[in-house]
């Protein structure tokens, strides 16, 4: 196996989990809140999920399934104090609550020897050997395997989400969240519902990045990654669910792994997501984009002309 | 109880600091109404650019600060060209916000002034790429000790020293005349007054003939230099810059100036010592961790806090 192959295999996961991370932004966006919180929540799963598989032996899917309930019940709990913040103010509410769970990842030793040495996190040194993946014998390829296929799952119902009126609710929410309340939808019932989906997403993607780094401490789970987050999905676009997708794959993809701009990389995806923002500011793929889309898919094949009434 | 006073005159100090950094945070939010989330990238490449003239050209500390300053202004104007400088009157509903409700633009510059932030940030870092980079040091040698007499005679306890570095004096000196004289020029001069009245109402002030867009690229502009000096003071007491001190920046500057009220020039002096204060006990308390986790704690309380219910769209 190529070190290019390994390196492929990699970045594809990579781009799975940032992905992941990216839809929970993109989900409380929808609803029209920018939150710079969303690392909290990608660490908190990846502590959670990794502390079941590696110090009690929990088989993946439910230390994962794990993870994301204490993501979704953290991020639940966080909307709760912050319903009624501005957006401005909920952003920088999200940001400190970042720091807050990062600070108390730090603070956290929780570890039990086993006969390779103590297994568990140790406070600002990180928690290693989440060796699940390695004990069971998974390779890298199938839990890329595992990993798309998740995201492919996540993408789907999302995709049907928005296609029922609940997604229409979301939308409507993010718009104009006083006329929302007066159509008869309760904004703060959306508003939690989302903040609980878009942090057990974010728990997602944090316990599949544990399982498959095997390694993880605070300082990854930073204000940069839910920044970038954010930036994901507002460069991809907020049109659809795979706007979010796209952003990752541009910058990861394109900008990281053709290593054209060694050292650029930062510069050139700033500038790109603020003159995004400046000219385009849902993004690529908005609501616009969709819909013509949306409409030139359905013209192909090109409808029949209707037969003339031939007169009896 | 002699080191609960030094444990308190450390977090004054510490707090006057803050207060120094969410100066130019503060200004521009009373302006514009917008969070500029470079500014703390601002600084620091503004301070890149100083070690780099420094390191390289050995250039003295007057020429240093000179440059960071400047820099600081220009780089303040990129980013308000980008990031805020959008003609806002045109619509109360602009076409395709992100977020199209009574804030939607507020938002939009956030984002893109966070995007900017990663930029500036990778700027300095290609300019300088060492962790550790030098910067011309101000920084007195040995401190003060201060005799304290007066609580032994008065509460019976026993007297002591209480040491004060008088560098970090000098900077909380020049915090408080700084800010003290910023307030009153808002309220005193023309150019604050036309500051305010943009501040106040944009279209009434264009109506008025006032050149908005231009006053708006100028203060924020005066801002960013305004943390290009706070940058040269924290520096210069430290002799060196390391690529975490844009968030420093702009996390400390943020804190102070959400706790005095967003926008308000005094009132970032007091959320610049309370917070300076609470660090202070947290970290004797409760150690270093602690004290990070103080800064954030405090942030979200006084965000959520119940009290805030009326005034919350008012800040």
Redesign the interface.
């Known amino acids: 196996m190529s070190a290019s192959w390994v390196h492929a295999v990699g970045l594809a996961s990579d781009m799975a989990i940032m992905s992941l991370l990216a839809l929970s932004a993109y989900l409380l966006l929808l609803v029209g809140r920018v939150s710079f919180g969303q690392q909290a929540f990608f660490g908190l799963g990846a502590y959670a999920s990794g502390v079941m598989s590696a110090l009690f032996a929990w088989p993946l899917a439910a230390a994962l399934a794990l993870g994301v309930v204490v993501g979704a019940l953290c991020s639940w709990a966080l909307a709760l104090p912050t319903m009624r913040l501005s957006g401005l103010h909920y952003a920088v509410a999200t940001l400190a609550f970042g720091e807050m769970a990062r600070i108390a990842l730090s603070a956290l030793h929780w570890q039990r020897p086993t006969e390779d040495g103590p297994v568990g996190p140790a406070g600002i040194e990180g928690f290693r050997d989440i060796r699940w993946l390695l004990e069971n014998d998974v390779s890298a390829e199938a839990y890329l395997l595992l990993t798309l296929g998740l995201l492919a799952a996540v993408l789907g119902l999302l995709m049907a989400a928005e296609r029922t009126r609940l997604g229409t609710a979301w939308r409507m929410t993010g718009q104009d969240d006083v006329l929302t309340a007066a159509q008869g939808v309760s904004v703060a019932r959306m508003r939690l519902l989302v903040a609980a989906l878009a942090g057990g997403l974010a728990a997602l993607g944090g316990g599949l990045y544990a399982h498959r780094t095997t390694y993880i401490e605070p300082a990854l789970f930073d204000p940069m990654l839910g920044v970038h987050a954010v930036g994901y999905a507002l460069l991809g676009g907020l049109g659809t669910a795979l706007g979010p997708f796209l952003g990752v794959v541009i910058d990861l993809g394109l900008l990281d792994a053709a290593r054209l701009f060694p050292g650029w990389r930062m510069v050139i995806f700033g500038g790109l997501v603020a003159l995004f923002l400046r000219w385009r500011p849902r993004g690529l793929l908005d609501e616009v984009l969709v819909h013509r889309l949306g409409q030139w898919l359905r013209r192909q094949p090109p409808a029949q002309p209707p037969n003339p009434p031939t007169a009896p | 109880m002699l080191d609960v006073v030094q444990l308190l005159l450390d977090g004054l100090l510490d707090g006057a600091g803050y207060a120094l950094v969410g100066l130019g945070l503060s200004l521009t939010f009373g302006g514009l109404k917008r969070?500029n989330l470079a500014y703390g990238a601002t600084a620091m490449l503004a301070a890149y650019v100083g070690a780099w003239l420094h390191i390289r050209h050995q250039a003295p500390a007057w020429l240093v600060a000179l440059t960071v300053v400047a820099s600081a202004a220009l780089i303040g104007l990129y980013v308000e060209r980008?990031?805020f400088g959008?003609p806002r009157d045109e619509s109360t509903q602009?076409r395709?916000?992100?977020?199209?409700?009574a804030?939607g633009r507020?938002?939009?510059a956030?984002?893109?002034?966070?995007?900017?932030?990663?930029?500036?940030?990778?700027?300095a870092?290609?300019l300088l790429p060492r962790h550790l980079n030098a910067f011309p040091s101000l920084a007195a040698e040995g401190q003060w000790m201060v005799a304290m007499d007066v609580f032994g005679s008065v509460s019976g306890v026993a007297g002591g020293e209480l040491m004060l570095r008088p560098d970090r004096l000098a900077l909380a000196v020049m915090t408080v005349l700084l800010t003290l004289g910023l307030a009153r020029w808002l309220e005193r001069s023309r150019a604050g007054l036309a500051w305010r009245a943009v501040a106040d109402h944009r279209v009434a002030a264009h109506l008025v003939g006032m050149p908005v867009s231009r006053l708006q690229a100028l203060g924020f502009a005066a801002a960013c230099a305004l943390s290009g000096v706070a940058a040269f003071a924290m520096l210069s007491l430290d002799a060196q810059v390391t690529p975490m001190f844009g968030?420093w920046v702009l996390?400390k500057g943020?804190v102070a100036a959400?706790l005095g009220g967003l926008g308000s020039v005094r009132g970032v002096l007091w959320g610049g010592l309370l917070l300076g204060v609470v660090e202070s006990l947290a970290q004797s308390w409760l150690g270093a961790?602690a004290r990070?986790?103080a800064?954030?704690?405090l942030?979200?309380i006084v965000?959520?806090a119940p009290w805030r219910?009326s005034g919350?769209?008012a800040?």
């Open positions: 969070l980008l990031c959008l602009p395709g916000a992100p977020i199209a409700g804030d507020e938002v939009v956030l984002a893109s002034s966070f995007a900017i932030w990663m930029q500036l940030e990778q700027l870092v290609n968030m996390l943020l959400i961790l990070e986790f800064t954030y704690a942030l979200f965000l959520v219910a919350r769209s800040l």
